[in-house]
Structures are given as structure tokens and as C-alpha cells.
């Protein structure tokens, strides 16, 4: 049973890792197809589009040219009603691209036709002209968009071209109109000049452009569907609102919601269906048109799909041929494994002498034999060593538990400290984070003065603490013999940094305080400025000491008045973590302090209680040490 699970459990992860790569390969070659088809779509909408916006904005631009001269002509020729109507008829007797031509005055501009004068010029057919003036109250032009976006346009502006409408006046036909201002010799613009032309000219550029495109790309003069004969490509003329101006109804793509940009621009969109589309767009020139060339996703990745699901088939008849060729082969080559497990059982039971079978073939699977061989003859030797090691880890815990001993017993730890005296009270802790560590405090009284220190040393464990031992040591002599802060400290860094070969430092605060006046006199070394009352103490930023024999330590000082309180401690304090990393911080220590009156005792312990509520269980990595006093003043 066991080894047909083996065999299984390798024949899947070799089809697994085959198929990871057979699937990463696959993948890049399909992405790459489809990439390509994209762009192939990109490429074929950026053809189209700049073919349909050539072939119009050269004609415009002929319109553009013609209408502008024409317009030069009207503008000479303003004395009176004929005069206008005759200039018009010059100007269509020579543009044979014109249908009609007209111009729009403001109103009461010439007295004798009142309010409305819009004249008129059209080609009744190829060879008759016909006059009309067409203004009338039926007729308000003044409130048609194309006089309103004539007449608001600058002199020197190309014109614009009018959405197509339907004229039922002449011939029912489809047009479209370029207006321009007309402007009076004293610069002011009296009205506006447009000529039509037959919207069936766009629609030709269109069809002609649409067969390119079938014939180049998909090699057909039909249309181009899908099989329930919705199209998938389309070429439509939309405005800058995206309402359709030309082009299949058919394709009901929601254009009204494309960032559409002056410039050629590719947007993915999808239809009132949900059905996906890519609409390549770029302006029509004088217009606020913009030709989109439309693209159902079918035909933009058909041959990608088609070419996914031949290797899809590909790779799911190669998976199952080449799982049970190797199904079958690791069953045969695992077989010889189930001796071997036999006798692994035996050794596991603790029989490390039990034989182990031999194969003919110096293959793997005998190398393995020969493993378990060593691996007797080493379990042998390991069971010997550990109980070796077990011994002298047990030696060790004892001697670290003793070191620990030592070091506790190094710092005063008996409160209240001085319970003759009523001018000080004073109590302090220290939690090491390991069996030994390197925090320190200290104090006494010489002289009617309190000597006191706290430092925290570089480093964890067993280092640290002859660090803390010697860094004691040094300010119970040096302090016995000196009252200066900064002595002190100068002294100790000294003697510290004398053969310092592991570049230990100990950043440390000493100071002393007069017991009858409450001058307090204190240099910092590198040490957490310590809070009194709520407030932090000012210090200088010295360096630790340990680093550098040669540098003077500067000494502060300052009044304390009877009832203040100072409060000492080590960066085990602020840097105290949660579960979350999260570090108990100073805003929590001065949030503890300022709501805080009691013994410094009772501080301590209000403080130790808020820190072990904030990590909770967590492990800590660094020592913690508190010292508080309040000075009460001499009695």
C-alpha cells in the first residue's frame, strides 16, 4: 500500500512540474499570439481610421478654400440685397462641388426685407440656378445651431462643418453645411456665409474605405458577421457627444461613454449587451466629428482562440500518454523500497544492529542501503554524544542560574532603601530578558548627599553582564571619592574603554543630589533623558561610555522642589513590543506618569503593570530597569 502511494506521489509531481512548464510555454505562446492579434486590431482600426479622416479632410479642405474665397466675394458685395445675390451666383457658377450656397444676415440688417434676409443660390439642375430668400418667421435662422456656431466664430477661424440634415425644400436630400462669419468693412460680423454639400459624398468615402478593408484583411466582399449575423466590424462617424452620425445601427455600441481625445486614441468598451468591442477614434478636421472603427473581440483574437484550444487538446492527450508510461516505470523502480522499509523499521524500533537487505544493482536505491548503514552506526555515536551534551547543557544552566545570582545581588534590592530618613524616598527594579543581562542601577548616600546611576549596557547575555559588574563597580569607587556628576562619568569611561577589544559601550546617567538644598547635579551619557514629574529632564547629548577614553563629559544641574519626583529608566521601557511589532513608545510612559501620584514604588509598579498589559505574552529582547525617587525636602 505504501508503495503505491509513493509511486503515485511521485508520478503526480513529475506530471505536475511537466505540466507547470508545458503550461508556462503554452502561455507565452499564447500570449504572444494574442498580443500580436491586438496590435494586428490596433494596426488594422489605425489604417482604416486615418484612411476614412485623409480622404474626408481633403475634400474639406477644398470646401474650406472655396468657402473661404467665396466668402471674400460676399464681403465686397454687401450694398444691397442683388448685390449679395449676385456674388453668390458668381461663386456657384465656379465651384461645381457646391449644391447651393447662402448668406445670413442679422437681423433688420438690410431695412427693406425686414427682420429675416437669408439668400439663397441651388442648383435646380446642371444648367439652372434658382434665387430664394428663405428667412422668414417661419424660418427663424437666427435660433438655428448653424447660424449660432457661424456666427460665434472668429474671422480668421477655419469654419465648421454642420451635422448632416435632411432638406425636403429642393430635392429630399441629405446635406451638410460650412459656415463662416461674414464681416462688414468696419470689422463687425453682420452674418454668416455656408454653402451645402451632399452628404452622400461622406457615405461613398466610407463604402470605398469599408471594401478595402474587406478585401486587404478578410479576403471577402460580404459583410463581415458572426454566425448569428450581428457585424463585427464597423466603421461609424460619431460627434464629440458620441451620438452616431453615420455607420451601422446595427453595432450598439455605447459610445456616449469614451474619453474620446483630439488626437488617434484606442479605448475597450463594451455594447448595451455587455458584449466586448475595440473602438479605435481620431478627429474629423472643421468638425466636431470623429471617425471609430469599431472591432467585436471575436475578430480581433478568432485565430488566437482557435489556436488555444488545438494545443489545449494537445497537452491533455501528451498528460495522460506520458502519466501512465511514468506511472508505470516508477512502479518498477520503487518496488525495491518496500525491503527497504522493513528493515528502516526495525532500526526505528531502536534495533540499530538489525541487517539490511542487499541488491545486485549499484544503483540508487543501494547507495540508500548503504546510507541506512551509516545512519546506524551515526545514531549509535549521536545517542552516545547527546547524552554527553545533555549533561554538560544541565552544567551550564546551573552556572547561568548562579551568574544570575550574582549579578541580582550586585544591585541594591532592599526597599525602602533608607527607611530612617523622611527627605528621600526611593525604589527601583530591574527584569532581565534573559538568565543574565545588562541593565544597572545604583545609589547610596555619602555626606548627606544621594549618589545614584543607571545604565544599560551593549549586547545581551553573558558579555553584557561583566560589563554591567565592572560599570557598577567603577561608580561605587569612583563616586566614594568625588561629588562631581561629570567626574564620575569621565572616570568610568576610562577605565571602560581599557582594553574594550569587542567595542562595548554602556550609555549611563549619574547624578547627585544635595539632600538639605535639592541641588541636583547629573551628566548623561548617552542615556534616556529621565522624566520629572511629567516633564522630560533636559541633557546634553553625550556619548556612551566605552567608545572614546579621550572625551569630556559635560554636567548639568537643577533645583528639585520638595515633593518632585524623577523617574529613571531604560530603553527596555520605551521599546517594550507587542505581538504586532509594535513598540509601548514614550507617549505611553508620559500618559502613565502625568496621571500618576503616589510613592515612587508605587509608580514603578503602576508602569511595570501597563507594559506587561501592552506586549501580553510576547517575548521581550531587551532588559527593563526603573528607578524612581521623590525628594521631600529637608525636615
Known amino acids: 500500500m505504501s508503495k503505491s502511494k509513493l509511486s503515485r506521489r511521485i508520478t503526480w509531481r513529475v506530471i505536475g512540474i511537466m505540466s507547470f512548464f508545458y503550461v508556462l510555454i503554452i502561455g507565452t505562446i499564447l500570449f504572444s499570439v494574442f498580443n500580436t492579434s491586438l496590435m494586428n486590431s490596433s494596426m488594422r482600426g489605425q489604417y482604416v481610421v486615418n484612411g476614412v479622416v485623409g480622404r474626408i479632410e481633403s475634400m474639406l479642405r477644398a470646401v474650406q478654400i472655396a468657402a473661404a474665397n467665396n466668402r471674400a466675394e460676399i464681403e465686397r458685395n454687401l450694398g444691397s440685397p442683388e448685390q449679395v445675390f449676385d456674388a453668390l451666383e458668381r461663386e456657384i457658377y465656379v465651384n461645381d462641388k457646391f449644391i447651393g450656397c447662402f448668406a445670413a444676415f442679422e437681423p433688420d440688417y438690410f431695412k427693406s426685407q425686414g427682420r429675416w434676409f437669408e439668400a439663397y443660390l441651388y442648383h435646380v439642375d446642371s444648367t439652372r440656378l434658382e434665387r430664394r430668400q428663405i428667412g422668414s418667421p417661419s424660418h427663424d435662422y437666427f435660433n438655428g445651431p448653424w447660424y449660432k456656431k457661424g456666427i460665434s466664430l472668429d474671422r480668421q477661424h477655419e469654419g465648421y462643418l454642420t451635422h448632416p440634415y435632411f432638406d425636403n425644400s429642393i430635392d429630399s436630400a441629405t446635406y451638410c453645411s460650412y459656415v463662416l462669419p461674414i464681416v462688414d468693412p ?177 544503483d540508487e536505491v543501494a547507495q540508500l542501503r548503504d546510507s541506512f548503514g551509516t545512519m546506524q552506526e551515526s545514531l549509535k555515536q549521536y545517542i552516545e554524544e547527546l547524552k554527553e551534551s545533555t549533561t554538560a547543557k544541565a552544567s551550564l544552566e546551573s552556572e547561568l542560574h548562579i551568574a544570575h545570582n550574582i549579578q541580582m545581588s550586585m544591585i ?122 511629567a516633564s522630560m529632564l533636559p541633557c546634553d547629548p553625550n556619548l556612551p561610555i566605552g567608545l572614546m577614553p579621550e572625551h569630556e563629559y559635560s554636567e548639568q544641574e537643577i533645583t528639585l522642589a520638595p515633593g518632585s519626583t524623577l523617574f529613571l529608566y531604560t530603553d527596555g521601557l520605551t521599546e517594550a513590543e507587542n505581538a504586532r511589532q509594535e513598540m509601548f513608545g514614550r507617549k505611553r510612559v508620559e500618559d502613565v506618569i502625568s496621571s500618576f501620584s503616589g510613592t515612587p514604588q508605587q509608580l514603578i509598579e503602576v508602569m511595570t503593570d501597563a507594559v506587561h498589559q501592552y506586549v501580553g505574552e510576547t517575548e521581550q529582547s531587551d532588559d527593563l530597569t526603573m528607578l524612581a525617587f521623590s525628594y521631600e525636602g529637608s525636615q
Not at 251 to 257: A, P, S
Not at 263 to 272: A, G, N, W
Not at 434 to 441: C, E, Q, S
Not at 471 to 482: M, P, Q, V
Open 186 to 362: 468696419q470689422g463687425r460680423k453682420v452674418g454668416v456665409y455656408g454653402v451645402d454639400v451632399k452628404y452622400l459624398w461622406i457615405n461613398t468615402v466610407m463604402d470605398e474605405v469599408e471594401e478595402t478593408v474587406k478585401r486587404e484583411f478578410f479576403d471577402s466582399d460580404e459583410s463581415i458577421q458572426d454566425r448569428e449575423g450581428n457585424n463585427i466590424f464597423s466603421i461609424q462617424i460619431i460627434d464629440n457627444k458620441g451620438n452616431r452620425i453615420l455607420g451601422s445601427d446595427s453595432l450598439d455600441v455605447n459610445i456616449l461613454k469614451a474619453e474620446q481625445e483630439n488626437v488617434f486614441s484606442e479605448l475597450e468598451m463594451k455594447d448595451l449587451k455587455g458584449t466586448p468591442y475595440y473602438v479605435n477614434f481620431k478627429p474629423i478636421p472643421f468638425t466636431d466629428w470623429r471617425v471609430a472603427v469599431v472591432q467585436h473581440r471575436t475578430l480581433v483574437f478568432m485565430w488566437g482562440f482557435i489556436l488555444a484550444l488545438f494545443i489545449l487538446f494537445s497537452m491533455v492527450i501528451g498528460c495522460l500518454v506520458i502519466f501512465f508510461f511514468i506511472s508505470w516505470s516508477i512502479r518498477r523502480i520503487t518496488k525495491p523500497l518496500g525491503f527497504l522499509s522493513e528493515s528502516a523499521n526495525e532500526v526505528a524500533k531502536g534495533n540499530f544492529d538489525a541487517p539490511l537487505p542487499t541488491f545486485k544493482h549499484d
Open 412 to 533: 541594591p534590592k532592599t526597599f525602602p532603601a533608607f527607611p530612617q530618613r523622611n527627605d528621600i524616598e526611593l525604589y527601583a527594579s530591574l527584569t532581565p530578558a534573559k538568565a543574565v543581562g545588562g541593565d544597572l542601577y545604583d545609589f547610596f548616600i555619602r555626606d548627606e548627599k544621594l549618589f545614584f546611576c543607571i545604565g544599560d549596557v551593549s549586547g545581551k547575555g553573558v558579555p553584557a553582564s561583566l560589563v554591567m559588574a565592572v560599570s557598577r563597580t567603577l561608580f561605587r569607587n569612583i563616586s566614594s571619592h568625588t561629588e562631581q556628576p561629570s567626574h564620575i562619568v569621565d572616570m568610568m569611561n576610562v577605565n571602560v574603554c581599557e582594553g574594550n577589544e569587542s567595542c562595548m559601550f554602556v550609555t549611563l546617567f549619574v547624578g547627585v543630589l544635595d539632600l538639605k538644598t535639592g541641588h541636583l547635579r547629573y551628566s548623561n551619557a548617552g542615556h534616556d533623558a529621565p522624566y520629572l514629574q
